[in-house]
Each structure stands twice: as C-alpha cells, then as structure tokens.
C-alpha cells in the first residue's frame, strides 16, 4: 500500500480528538443514524456533543475523507456502468450521478441540479479523470437521451478511445441501480439534506465509506471494521 504522508494537521484547534472526530463521521456515513442519534451514543461514552456540532464534523472531514481516500483505491477494470438517481435537497429533486465497474466498484459520483447533456458530460469528464478508473473499453447507460451527446464531446476530444462503446442496454446497468440503494437509505434516514454544498459533502462521506467497505482499498478487508477503523485513522495522520 503506498505511503500515508499529509502535511496539515485537519485537527487542529479542535475541542475533541482526532479518534472521536472521526469514529462519529465513520460511523454516520456507515450506519443509519442520526446527528441526533450519535449524541445519544456520545453521552453513553462520557461525553457531551450538540447535534450541529457532530453535522460539522462530517461536513468538513467527509470532503477531506474522499480526496485522501482517491490515492489507494484499487484500478477498476475497464467495463463502466453509469446511471442517475433522484434524492431531494431541500425538498427539491436533484440528481445523483454514479458509476461503477461491472464487479460493482465505484469510480466516482457527482450532485446536479440538471439532469441533461451537460452534466453527464461533466460526470463523464471527472470519472476520467481519476488515476483508479482505466480507460473503458465500454460504458453501460440507460435510456437517457442526454449520454449520447455527451458521450460523442469527450470521444472527440480524446478522453476516451474511438473504440470504446457507449452501450444504453438497461439490463446491463442492474449493478449500479442496485448500488444506488446503499447511499438512498442513509439520505432517507437522515431526513433527506437542506443545502447543496452540504448534501455534497455528506454525500461524499456515505460514498467514500461504501467504497471501503466494499473491499476497494488493497489490504483492507470488506468486513474487517478494525482494519477499516485503522486506515481510516491514517488517512488522517493518527498513528495505528
């Protein structure tokens, strides 16, 4: 596994430690509960935390969580499944756009307010760009009419072969539709989101902890939560 070497030390000047900051962000992004919920188990533990105070930490670390997380995440193979789904953010429909690979590793996701040409070519682009993605030989989609376009932009523009296939055969996307259901659940059982930036944010953190958890880091067991808890803590300087 490579080296964990960050220079910032994201702790600093925080009431509570770096193990406490981070066991309540694992374990909202990982479990269904509530800020309100973690409050509870806190003053099981000795210890006192507000609600809003709990959402600020996953707020703030769940953005540092998944860029720190990108760096040891194992190459996916190059078939590609993409699809979309709708979560509300302040009582407003949006849309989740993710892709996996065909054995179900997730190689990236993005929030858009639109559900069009533009931001399937902007999700097309950032899942490209990521060092863990292969280059796909083919890339599954439903039948949304804005992939095509978008998928033709960035294949002339030589960020995918002239080889590679853009596939909208909904059977072929049952993969990523059923790994829909991991982040839908924990947006359900936080009361849905209220601002963009944060739903981001939070979203980032329910992703980041599935990618983990579904065996993505080399050496890192799908169902070894002390190991997950230990590399976690290194990705943010805590020493084992």
């Known amino acids: 596994m490579r080296d964990f070497y960050f220079e910032d030390n994201p702790f600093k000047w925080k009431h509570f430690s770096g193990e406490i900051i981070l066991w309540a962000m694992r374990w909202y992004c990982q479990f269904a509960?509530?800020?309100?919920?973690?409050?509870?188990?806190?003053?099981?533990r000795g210890l006192s935390a507000c609600h809003t105070t709990i959402m600020r930490w996953v707020h703030q670390y769940a953005v540092k969580f998944k860029k720190r997380l990108k760096k040891f995440l194992?190459?996916?193979?190059?078939?590609?499944?993409?699809?979309?789904?709708?979560?509300?953010?302040?009582?407003?429909?949006?849309?989740?756009?993710?892709?996996?690979?065909?054995?179900?590793?997730t190689l990236d996701w993005i929030l858009s307010e639109t559900r069009d040409k533009s931001a399937a070519e902007k999700f097309f682009r950032q899942t490209l760009s990521n060092?863990?993605?292969s280059i796909p030989r083919v890339i599954g989609v439903d039948k949304n009419a804005a992939y095509p376009?978008?998928?033709?932009?960035?294949?002339?523009?030589?960020?995918?072969?002239?080889?590679?296939?853009?596939?909208?055969?909904?059977?072929?996307?049952?993969?990523v539709e059923q790994d829909?259901?991991?982040?839908?659940?924990?947006?359900?059982?936080?009361?849905?989101?209220?601002?963009?930036?944060?739903?981001?944010?939070?979203?980032?953190?329910?992703?980041?902890?599935?990618?983990?958890?579904?065996?993505?880091?080399?050496?890192?067991?799908r169902k070894d939560a002390l190991s997950q808890k230990m590399f976690i803590e290194r990705l943010f300087g805590i020493a084992a």
């Open 149 to 175: 376009p978008a998928f033709e932009v960035i294949k002339n523009q030589g960020l995918v072969p002239m080889e590679t296939e853009l596939r909208q055969v909904k059977y072929l996307n049952n993969i």
């Open 131 to 133: 060092s863990h993605c």
């Open 74 to 105: 194992k190459p996916s193979n190059d078939s590609y499944r993409v699809d979309e789904t709708y979560i509300k953010v302040k009582g407003k429909w949006h849309y989740l756009y993710r892709a996996v690979d065909s054995e179900g590793n």
């Open 180 to 221: 829909h259901r991991f982040s839908k659940r924990r947006i359900v059982w936080s009361q849905w989101l209220q601002r963009f930036a944060t739903a981001e944010a939070t979203i980032a953190g329910y992703e980041s902890m599935h990618m983990i958890r579904k065996g993505q880091i080399e050496g890192v067991g």
């Open 33 to 44: 509960l509530t800020y309100r919920d973690l409050v509870m188990i806190f003053q099981e």
